[in-house]
Protein backbone atom coordinates (compact mmCIF):
# COMPACT_ATOMS: atom_id res chain seq x y z
CA UNK A 1 0.00 0.00 0.00
CA UNK A 2 2.97 2.02 0.71
CA UNK A 3 4.46 1.60 -2.31
CA UNK A 4 1.03 2.52 -4.35
CA UNK A 5 0.62 5.65 -2.35
CA UNK A 6 4.41 6.54 -3.28
CA UNK A 7 4.18 5.53 -6.90
CA UNK A 8 0.95 7.97 -7.36
CA UNK A 9 2.42 10.63 -5.42
CA UNK A 10 5.44 10.57 -7.53
CA UNK A 11 3.23 10.65 -10.92
CA UNK A 12 1.53 13.61 -8.76
CA UNK A 13 4.82 15.24 -8.37
CA UNK A 14 5.52 14.24 -12.20
CA UNK A 15 2.31 15.93 -13.50
CA UNK A 16 2.58 18.96 -11.59
CA UNK A 17 6.21 19.44 -12.38
CA UNK A 18 5.30 19.23 -16.18
CA UNK A 19 2.54 21.70 -15.33
CA UNK A 20 5.16 24.46 -14.10
CA UNK A 21 7.09 23.49 -16.76
CA UNK A 22 4.31 24.23 -19.30
CA UNK A 23 3.12 27.27 -17.25
CA UNK A 24 6.71 28.54 -17.59
CA UNK A 25 6.88 28.07 -21.11
CA UNK A 26 3.86 29.78 -21.82
CA UNK A 27 4.95 32.54 -19.77
CA UNK A 28 8.01 33.13 -21.57
CA UNK A 29 6.37 32.42 -25.09
CA UNK A 30 5.07 36.18 -25.66
CA UNK A 31 8.51 37.78 -23.51
CA UNK A 32 10.37 35.49 -26.66
CA UNK A 33 7.88 37.08 -29.34
CA UNK A 34 8.28 39.96 -28.44
CA UNK A 35 11.78 39.92 -28.41
CA UNK A 36 11.84 38.46 -31.58
CA UNK A 37 9.35 40.83 -33.05
CA UNK A 38 11.64 43.97 -31.85
CA UNK A 39 14.64 41.85 -33.82
CA UNK A 40 12.72 42.13 -37.02
CA UNK A 41 11.70 45.67 -36.66
CA UNK A 42 15.04 46.43 -35.88
CA UNK A 43 15.96 44.62 -39.50
CA UNK A 44 13.18 46.29 -41.17
CA UNK A 45 14.23 49.21 -39.87
CA UNK A 46 17.75 49.05 -41.01
CA UNK A 47 16.81 47.82 -44.36
CA UNK A 48 14.44 50.90 -44.60
CA UNK A 49 17.15 53.27 -43.92
CA UNK A 50 19.42 51.68 -45.87
CA UNK A 51 16.91 51.69 -48.71
CA UNK A 52 16.52 55.78 -48.23
CA UNK A 53 20.13 56.19 -48.19
CA UNK A 54 20.62 54.09 -51.58
CA UNK A 55 17.35 56.29 -52.85
CA UNK A 56 19.14 59.19 -51.78
CA UNK A 57 22.46 59.00 -53.46
CA UNK A 58 20.61 57.45 -56.62
CA UNK A 59 18.39 61.07 -56.92
CA UNK A 60 21.66 62.83 -56.47
CA UNK A 61 23.20 61.25 -59.38
CA UNK A 62 20.15 61.64 -61.19
CA UNK A 63 20.22 65.79 -60.64
CA UNK A 64 24.11 65.47 -61.64
CA UNK A 65 23.21 63.98 -64.63
CA UNK A 66 20.38 65.84 -65.20
CA UNK A 67 22.41 69.04 -64.94
CA UNK A 68 25.02 67.28 -67.36
CA UNK A 69 22.59 66.82 -69.80
CA UNK A 70 21.58 70.73 -69.39
CA UNK A 71 24.70 72.11 -69.50
CA UNK A 72 25.39 69.43 -73.06
CA UNK A 73 22.05 71.20 -74.30
CA UNK A 74 23.03 74.69 -73.37
CA UNK A 75 26.80 74.09 -75.28
CA UNK A 76 24.88 72.21 -78.28
CA UNK A 77 22.27 75.44 -78.66
CA UNK A 78 25.25 78.06 -78.16
CA UNK A 79 27.07 76.07 -80.92
CA UNK A 80 24.31 76.09 -83.15
CA UNK A 81 23.92 80.04 -82.67
CA UNK A 82 27.47 80.70 -83.39
CA UNK A 83 27.01 78.72 -86.53
CA UNK A 84 24.24 80.23 -87.95
CA UNK A 85 26.17 83.79 -86.97
CA UNK A 86 29.01 82.19 -88.86
CA UNK A 87 26.96 80.88 -91.99
CA UNK A 88 25.16 84.49 -91.58
CA UNK A 89 28.36 86.27 -91.99
CA UNK A 90 29.75 84.33 -94.38
CA UNK A 91 26.80 84.75 -97.37
CA UNK A 92 26.73 88.43 -96.24
CA UNK A 93 30.84 88.61 -97.12
CA UNK A 94 29.58 86.16 -100.26
CA UNK A 95 27.29 89.42 -100.95
CA UNK A 96 29.39 92.12 -100.26
CA UNK A 97 32.19 90.30 -102.88
CA UNK A 98 29.58 89.82 -105.52
CA UNK A 99 28.47 93.13 -105.26
CA UNK A 100 31.87 94.98 -105.02
CA UNK A 101 32.73 92.35 -109.06
CA UNK A 102 29.60 93.99 -109.81
CA UNK A 103 30.74 97.33 -109.38
CA UNK A 104 34.20 96.54 -110.47
CA UNK A 105 33.18 95.20 -113.40
CA UNK A 106 30.24 98.16 -113.96
CA UNK A 107 33.25 100.26 -113.58
CA UNK A 108 35.41 98.46 -116.42
CA UNK A 109 32.84 98.92 -118.49
CA UNK A 110 32.34 102.80 -117.80
CA UNK A 111 36.08 103.23 -117.98
CA UNK A 112 36.35 101.04 -121.66
CA UNK A 113 33.42 102.90 -122.72
CA UNK A 114 34.65 106.36 -121.50
CA UNK A 115 38.26 105.16 -123.57
CA UNK A 116 35.87 104.66 -127.24
CA UNK A 117 33.99 107.97 -126.34
CA UNK A 118 37.48 109.72 -126.01
CA UNK A 119 38.90 107.55 -129.09
CA UNK A 120 36.17 108.73 -131.44
CA UNK A 121 35.80 112.35 -130.40
CA UNK A 122 40.08 112.08 -130.98
CA UNK A 123 40.03 110.66 -134.53
CA UNK A 124 39.01 113.85 -136.91
CA UNK A 125 37.08 112.99 -140.13
CA UNK A 126 39.80 114.32 -141.63
CA UNK A 127 43.66 114.83 -140.40
CA UNK A 128 45.50 117.71 -140.38
CA UNK A 129 49.26 118.06 -141.14
CA UNK A 130 51.32 118.21 -137.78
CA UNK A 131 52.41 116.02 -134.58
CA UNK A 132 49.87 114.37 -132.81
CA UNK A 133 47.24 113.85 -135.72
CA UNK A 134 46.21 110.51 -137.50
CA UNK A 135 48.39 110.43 -140.64
CA UNK A 136 45.34 109.00 -143.13
CA UNK A 137 42.05 110.88 -143.02
CA UNK A 138 39.34 108.94 -142.18
CA UNK A 139 41.13 105.76 -142.16
CA UNK A 140 39.65 102.74 -139.85
CA UNK A 141 43.14 102.18 -138.27
CA UNK A 142 43.46 103.09 -134.87
CA UNK A 143 44.88 106.82 -133.99
CA UNK A 144 48.10 107.03 -133.80
CA UNK A 145 50.47 110.28 -133.83
CA UNK A 146 53.62 111.16 -136.41
CA UNK A 147 56.38 113.13 -134.70
CA UNK A 148 58.22 115.62 -136.62
CA UNK A 149 62.23 115.18 -136.37
CA UNK A 150 62.15 118.79 -134.26
CA UNK A 151 59.19 116.90 -131.52
CA UNK A 152 61.26 113.38 -131.76
CA UNK A 153 64.56 115.53 -130.40
CA UNK A 154 62.37 117.24 -127.88
CA UNK A 155 60.49 114.92 -125.77
CA UNK A 156 59.27 117.52 -123.16
CA UNK A 157 57.28 119.01 -125.89
CA UNK A 158 55.90 116.38 -127.36
CA UNK A 159 54.25 115.40 -123.53
CA UNK A 160 53.08 119.11 -123.29
CA UNK A 161 51.04 118.65 -126.96
CA UNK A 162 50.00 115.15 -125.71
CA UNK A 163 46.45 116.28 -124.02
CA UNK A 164 43.95 113.62 -124.37
CA UNK A 165 44.08 110.16 -123.68
CA UNK A 166 44.66 109.12 -127.12
CA UNK A 167 47.17 111.53 -127.82
CA UNK A 168 49.18 110.29 -124.58
CA UNK A 169 48.93 107.03 -126.02
CA UNK A 170 49.87 107.94 -129.44
CA UNK A 171 53.15 109.50 -128.42
CA UNK A 172 54.14 106.33 -125.94
CA UNK A 173 53.38 103.93 -129.01
CA UNK A 174 55.96 106.09 -130.90
CA UNK A 175 58.47 106.57 -128.63
CA UNK A 176 58.73 102.94 -127.14
CA UNK A 177 57.61 101.68 -131.10
CA UNK A 178 54.80 99.75 -130.03
CA UNK A 179 52.48 98.45 -132.56
CA UNK A 180 50.17 101.79 -134.01
CA UNK A 181 47.16 99.43 -134.81
CA UNK A 182 46.69 97.89 -131.61
CA UNK A 183 44.05 98.83 -129.23
CA UNK A 184 44.09 101.73 -126.09
CA UNK A 185 44.10 99.06 -123.53
CA UNK A 186 46.66 96.61 -125.27
CA UNK A 187 49.02 99.55 -126.74
CA UNK A 188 49.14 100.38 -122.18
CA UNK A 189 49.68 97.07 -121.15
CA UNK A 190 52.59 96.77 -123.56
CA UNK A 191 53.89 99.67 -123.18
CA UNK A 192 53.86 99.12 -118.80
CA UNK A 193 55.50 95.89 -120.05
CA UNK A 194 58.44 97.22 -121.59
CA UNK A 195 58.69 100.12 -119.38
CA UNK A 196 58.52 97.67 -116.08
CA UNK A 197 55.68 99.09 -114.43
CA UNK A 198 52.48 97.46 -112.92
CA UNK A 199 49.25 98.13 -114.25
CA UNK A 200 47.86 99.41 -111.37
CA UNK A 201 44.83 101.97 -111.30
CA UNK A 202 42.66 102.92 -114.73
CA UNK A 203 44.14 103.53 -118.01
CA UNK A 204 44.07 107.44 -117.44
CA UNK A 205 46.51 106.89 -114.04
CA UNK A 206 49.06 104.20 -116.07
CA UNK A 207 49.16 106.46 -118.77
CA UNK A 208 50.29 109.62 -117.00
CA UNK A 209 52.82 107.40 -115.08
CA UNK A 210 53.62 106.00 -118.39
CA UNK A 211 54.29 110.12 -119.37
CA UNK A 212 55.96 111.17 -116.72
CA UNK A 213 58.17 107.99 -116.71
CA UNK A 214 59.14 108.48 -120.56
CA UNK A 215 58.87 112.17 -120.95
CA UNK A 216 59.17 114.48 -117.55
CA UNK A 217 62.45 113.20 -117.28
CA UNK A 218 64.27 114.14 -119.82
CA UNK A 219 63.08 117.89 -119.74
Known sequence: ???????????????????????????????????????????????AAEARSAAAAAMAEEAAARS???EARSEAEAARAREVAARGREEAAGHEAAEARARQGAAMAREEALVRQLAALARPATSPPGPLHASTAGS????????????????????CRATTLVQKVAVIREHLGLE????????????????????????????????????????
Open 68 to 70: EAD
Open 180 to 219: PDSSLPAAVAAANERAGLAAEGGLLQQVDRLMALLFDGST
Open 140 to 159: DRPFHATLSDSDAAAPGVVS
Open 1 to 47: EEERRAVRQALVDEMEAQAHREESLRAAAPQREAQQLEEALARVRLE
